[in-house]
């Protein structure tokens, strides 16, 4: 699944195949640069972030951020969030819970697990766009984050 | 699930019952107090009796000991005899005072006292002259002696009166006495019989009413359960209503918005009106949705209470319409308001929903003015309110506006959940949550609302808070 080849990339973590088809909409529509990774559910994104944390390359490069859904088959998003963030190296990856939910709890025990931001899909295309498209602006130009 | 009815224990049945018990208690404590004190008194009586009779006794043998006394002197001139008389002669003095004080209440005895006083006082005086007159002339001697003699028998006669008189009172004290004594322990078993049949009936009745209060506490248990379970399900309702419903909804409208948006100009225009009639359809469900989970997260919170500035909060929710730049003018006139214990974000969402309210229905081209000021409203003065079961008097905050109003006939029906009044103008919009969730609220804050209206004259909703004094 990991490009080693690659340079800045995202990954998404997204069960659904249409929210996975809408992202890659956005990003052709885009044009961006970046390349985009895929994974379906939690145990995959933790066993893709793995794969890079044990070789151990001076050249390995991690996903410049995730876009990560909160309910996913195996392991949810809440769990892998506890997880990156409790990681010494992981933690340091920005997390963008990226869901459905609107629920005041849910927010407030994301943020307590360590989310970066938390975004709710979005109603219509355009929006989505929009979405995304702050995001990675965001992310890539504007914040600083410490190198891994 | 099924009505809870409210069992509300019978005090006033039990206060009666106890009432009469404890005055027919006292009644028969008292009268048996009364007859355990007549016998004590009877008692005393026919010993008082026995008392006067023994003076008296003691009075005639001191008047018989002197006479013998003085025999004994005249004949022997022995120094012992005469002290034996003069001894005799003392005690007769304090007897009589003694017996005197006895009779006090008896005025027939105490003329037989004064008489006999008389007759002893008499007989004494001869008993000295005879001693005085011993060496004397023997005929006068003699006469004192038979003067003395008659005396003597007067005392006897008036030592008869006497003793009669308090063997007759005997005869009544005895028979008193005796009555109260054989009546003493029938009456001990009446009380006895009365409070056994007291403990046993009250046994029965608190016994009934704590059966009625574990069936009672039972039910409540087992309808505790059931809304335990049934909340349960609910959040489990909310989360599929929030997730697993609206999943597919937003996906619709996301990918009619993209053919909109990207294909638009390759469709023909009925193709591109069905699409849009789509996802105004899918945009329509949505926020029906919405409205549908804001309500049933009114009841998932785990919030804690505090006192609320009620102020601070529609200052909150009023900036909350100005940040939105779609939002109609408006402007919000507070007056003076109590705190409020209650849920701040609970209470925050109310006043959204309410100015919401206001806001939405404000007439056309007037700006929306809601003026919000709050009373305490006495229990007296709220028919719906029982006042034995509630106490506290009630905080009522006013919230009216000068939108377009509705007509009463309504005023209950704009609490319900996605109801639409007969109003052409408010269409699709009146279709909400808002009122139905600012319902909700006040019923987590254990108040209540209702709402008065107008047609074109605008709106008032009235909150009511208990509050502790």
């Not at chain 2, 005639?60 to 008389?85: I, M, P, Q, W």
């Not at chain 2, 005197?100 to 008499?122: F, V, Y």
């Not at chain 2, 359960?225 to 597919?248: C, G, K, T, V, Y």
């Not at chain 2, 225009?269 to 899918?282: G, N, P």
Request: neutral net charge.
């Amino acid at each position: 699944m990991a490009d080693k080849t690659q340079k800045v990339f995202i990954l998404i973590a997204e069960d659904d195949a249409d929210d996975r088809f809408l992202i890659q909409t956005v990003f052709n529509e885009k044009g961006y640069e970046e390349k985009i990774e895929f994974v379906e559910n939690g145990i995959e994104l933790l066993k893709f972030l793995d794969l890079r944390y044990k070789e151990k390359n001076e050249g390995v490069i991690y996903p410049a951020f995730i876009l990560l859904d909160l309910n996913m088959p195996k392991k949810d998003g809440r769990e892998v969030l506890r997880e990156i963030k409790q990681h010494a190296v992981f933690k340091k990856i920005p997390v963008i819970v990226f869901t459905t939910t609107k629920n005041e709890n849910e927010i407030r025990k994301c943020y307590e697990l360590g989310a970066n931001t938390y975004v709710v899909k979005p109603v219509s295309f355009e929006a989505l766009i929009k979405v995304i498209d702050d995001i990675r602006s965001y992310w890539m130009n504007t914040a600083c984050i410490p190198s891994i | 699930m099924g009505k809870i009815s409210y069992i509300k224990p019978n005090f006033v049945y039990l206060n009666a019952i106890f009432g009469i018990t404890l005055l027919i208690l006292i009644i028969l404590s008292v009268t048996f107090f009364k007859r355990a004190e007549n016998i004590s008194t009877s008692s005393e009586m026919v010993d008082h009796t026995y008392k006067v009779i023994n003076i008296c006794n003691e009075i005639k043998n001191n008047l018989n000991e002197t006479e013998s006394s003085t025999r004994g002197f005249l004949l022997t001139a022995d120094s012992v005899l005469h002290n034996s008389y003069i001894h005799s002669v003392s005690n007769i003095k304090p007897l009589l005072d003694s017996i005197r004080k006895l009779t006090e209440d008896n005025s027939g005895q105490q003329k037989n006292i004064s008489r006999l006083q008389g007759w002893t006082t008499l007989r004494l005086n001869y008993l000295q002259q005879v001693i005085d007159l011993r060496h004397g002339d023997s005929l006068l001697i003699k006469k004192k002696v038979l003067q003395g003699k008659n005396a003597m028998d007067s005392c006897s006669v008036i030592f008869g009166d006497i003793k009669k008189e308090e063997y007759r009172l005997l005869d009544i004290r005895d028979r008193e006495r005796q009555n109260y004594m054989y009546a003493a322990p029938r009456y001990f078993s009446l009380v006895f019989i009365f409070s056994f049949i007291i403990f046993i009936i009250s046994f029965l009745v608190i016994s009934s009413e704590l059966k009625r209060k574990i069936e009672y506490q039972k039910e409540l248990e087992r309808k505790l359960m059931e809304l335990h379970r049934l909340n349960s399900d609910l959040q489990e309702f909310s989360f599929i209503a929030s997730h697993n419903l609206q999943e597919p909804l937003r996906k619709i409208r996301v990918f009619s918005n993209l053919l909109i948006t990207k294909h638009i100009k390759h469709l023909d225009s009925e193709t591109s009106q069905v699409i849009k009639r789509i996802d105004a359809s899918a945009a329509k469900m949505h926020g029906l949705m919405n409205d549908f989970i804001d309500f049933i997260n009114i009841h998932n919170t785990d919030e804690p209470i505090s006192l609320v500035d009620i102020k601070n909060i529609i200052e909150e929710a009023a900036a909350s319409f100005k940040n939105d730049i779609n939002a109609q003018p408006f402007s919000v006139v507070t007056g003076d308001l109590l705190k409020i214990r209650g849920y701040p974000n609970q209470l925050t969402v109310l006043f959204k929903c309410l100015l919401d309210n206001a806001i939405k229905f404000s007439k056309k081209d007037i700006a929306a003015e809601i003026k919000i000021s709050g009373e305490k409203i006495p229990l007296k003065d709220m028919p719906q309110i029982d006042a034995n079961i509630l106490k506290s008097p009630y905080y009522r905050i006013t919230v009216a506006d000068n939108g377009i109003g509705f007509d009463n006939i309504f005023s209950g029906k704009i609490f319900k959940l996605f109801q639409q009044l007969d109003n052409e103008d408010t269409g699709d919009i009146a279709k909400g949550a808002g009122l139905a969730i600012a319902e909700h609220i006040m019923i987590n804050h254990h108040g209540f609302v209702t709402a008065e209206g107008k047609t074109d004259e605008g709106a008032i909703f009235y909150l009511y808070f208990p509050i502790e004094e």
